[in-house]
Every structure is written in structure tokens, then in C-alpha cells.
């Protein structure tokens, strides 16, 4: 569906009412969203659907998925956190999982950013390289 550029800058701007100090507010979301639904202005359904993305990428943008080989000890989680968090900013929403086939060492995602400094991934390069 294609949108118009008047939707969307409605959702950027519906996007961006909703936003308490550079963080969502889930509240303030769902309110938006009942009030479009309920006043139902001309073309609401693009300006949801591109609201929608808008919600989606900003939540991939604050969510940190960290893989590694073994489960963390929670020293190690609170060290990686503090990373994140000074290198991301506040609001960051943390998943650990384990990982196997790493090997050794960590791969941590946070939207489009990827840092492997996994086994895996120097083995791979090397056997690139060869």
C-alpha cells in the first residue's frame, strides 16, 4: 500500500508526541491510537500503518540481543548493560540467550548494529580469507 507524504508525517508526528524523554510512553501510544481509531480523520489507516513501522524500528532500535556460548553470570550481564546503555543511551531493553555454536565469545544486535567478536565469526573470516 502506498503511502501519502501527508500520512506520513501525521504518524511522525503522532510518533513523536509520544516520546518522554527520547523513550515511548506505552500509554501515551495506546491513547494515540484510540483517539485516531475513534475520530477516524481521512486516510487514518495509512497513518497507522506507517505509525506502526515507526513503533517497530524504534523497538528494534532499543532492544539488545546478546547471544553467547554459555549462560552470563549477572556481574557479567551488569557490565554489558552498563556498556550498552552508555554507548546507546537509557531504555534499552536486554535479551540474553546461550548460544552454542558461537563457540567463544559474544554477539550483541541492537537494531541494524551487529558486534561479533564470536569464535565463530574469526573462523569464519579465516576460512574467507584462505
Known amino acids: 500500500m502506498k503511502i501519502s507524504k501527508q500520512a506520513r508525517r501525521d504518524a511522525k508526528q503522532l510518533f513523536r508526541s509520544c516520546r518522554v524523554n527520547g523513550v515511548l510512553d ?55 548493560k552498563a556498556n550498552l546503555a552508555h554507548r546507546y543511551g537509557e531504555g534499552l531493553i536486554f535479551a ?16 541494524s548494529d551487529v558486534f561479533d567478536g564470536s569464535v565463530e565469526a574469526r573462523l569464519a573470516a579465516l576460512e574467507a580469507s584462505l
Open 96 to 111: 540474553f540467550t546461550q548460544n552454542p555454536s558461537l563457540i567463544g565469545g559474544l554477539r550483541v544486535q541492537i537494531g
Open 26 to 80: 506505552e500509554a501515551k501510544v495506546r491513547r494515540v491510537v484510540q483517539q485516531v481509531i475513534a475520530s477516524k480523520p481521512r486516510g487514518y489507516i495509512p497513518i497507522l500503518a506507517h505509525f506502526q513501522r515507526l513503533l517497530k524500528l524504534d523497538f528494534d532500535r532499543r532492544t539488545a540481543r546478546v547471544e553467547s556460548p554459555v549462560p552470563l553470570a549477572d556481574p557479567q550481564q551488569a557490565a554489558i
